[in-house]
């Protein structure tokens, strides 16, 4: 051996830091989680918002049908017909509709309407609906 010339070989247990492929690794497993979690809320954000506009409407559907029960029960009875109109359910459009149709039911003594009420609305390229159905009876 030549003199000045010494080998210098580390053990592996002494090495401080890391690695270039270990950082790119722990990156890469660091970015997938935070992927999964970002879209974890992004589900959760449109679930929510989904729920909203189903319960506004069910809010917006039992106050119609109150008001026509109250009206029903002021002016005896109600009279059969549809109607139809668009309204805003939040940030989105909706069609609401009113179908008014007698029943005749032998079993009672008067006549009986059958009021279906619903609200339609697309969200998230599918059609959204809901429908309430009530009884009052039919205006003499």
């Known amino acids: 051996m030549r003199k000045g010339f010494t080998s210098r070989i580390q053990d592996p247990a002494s090495r401080k830091g890391f690695t270039l492929v270990e950082l790119m690794i722990a990156v890469s497993i660091l970015c997938i ?6 879209r974890s809320f992004l589900n959760t954000a449109s679930a929510l918002e989904s729920l909203h506009n189903q319960i506004t409407a069910i809010q917006y559907l039992e106050t119609k049908i109150n008001a026509l029960e109250q009206k029903a029960f002021q002016e005896e009875g109600v009279q059969p017909g549809d109607t139809q109109e668009e309204l805003a359910l939040g940030s ?10 007698s029943l005749d039911i032998e079993e009672l003594r008067e006549d009986v309407n059958e009021i279906k009420m619903s609200l339609s609305w697309q969200e998230e390229n599918k059609e959204k609906n809901e429908l309430l159905v009530t009884y009052l009876p039919n205006k003499k």
């Open 92 to 101: 989105r459009n909706a069609l609401f509709r009113s179908e008014i149709h």
């Open 33 to 38: 989680g935070i992927v999964l979690v970002l």
